[in-house]
């Protein structure tokens, strides 16, 4: 700093949040006074500590103040959606800033847990979209099968094959009701001989 120069430190002047230094101009009227620019201070403020940022708090005893920072990716507790948060200060109630991990967590007050209801039900309901998706994607030869017969032509699937598949789809059928259900490892065995089928 020169005489002619003095470095002072800016806060933002709606959120009060440190921006950096800046310079006061001499004051043209009167010798050794300055010009300094609303909301800037001569105090220098401190480094901000992780998760922290350093504001100018009017009323407060001390020019600079830390307050926490979460601005960025919150998440609601309620269902673990993420929203953009942009204001300083603590974590509003109903927020976390925990990502929730998956669909079958729920909020515990302190943390994301296991529901074990929830994951049930999502378990189900994904392996019972797998089995819809199952039973659409082997549809084709059934029809196909019908077809030939209904028209007397000789027919690409044997008769054991087109008894395997019908047995297959309705264990897909059944795969709701099954023990093992909903475990992606008990689910229906297709035959071998569907993957080699081209439509």
């Not at 043209?28 to 300055?34: F, H, S, T």
Request: a negative charge; one cysteine or more.
């Amino acid at each position: 700093m020169s005489e002619s120069t003095l470095v002072v430190y800016q806060a933002h002047p709606l959120t009060g949040e440190y921006i950096g230094p800046t310079q006061a101009d001499p004051d043209p009227l009167e010798d050794g006074n300055w010009l300094i620019p609303a909301m800037a201070f001569a105090e220098a403020p401190p480094v901000a500590e992780a998760g922290f940022a350093v504001v100018h708090v009017p009323g407060e005893a001390q020019v600079w103040s830390q307050v926490p920072d979460h601005r960025g990716l919150l998440y609601q507790i309620e269902n673990g959606l993420p929203v953009e948060w942009r204001e300083l200060g603590a974590i509003p109630e109903g927020l976390t800033d925990q990502p929730c991990p998956g669909p079958a967590y729920s909020w515990s007050g302190e943390a994301w847990e296991v529901d074990e209801v929830l994951q049930l039900s999502v378990l189900s309901s994904a392996e019972r979209s797998w089995r819809d998706a199952e039973i659409e994607r082997v549809k084709w030869l059934r029809e196909r099968h019908r077809d030939e017969v209904d028209s007397a032509r000789p027919t690409t699937l044997t008769a054991r094959q087109s008894g395997e598949l019908l047995d297959y789809v309705q264990a897909l059928r059944d795969w709701p009701a099954a023990s093992q259900f909903p475990d992606p490892e008990g689910r229906p065995i297709p035959p071998d001989w569907i993957a080699q089928q081209s439509q």
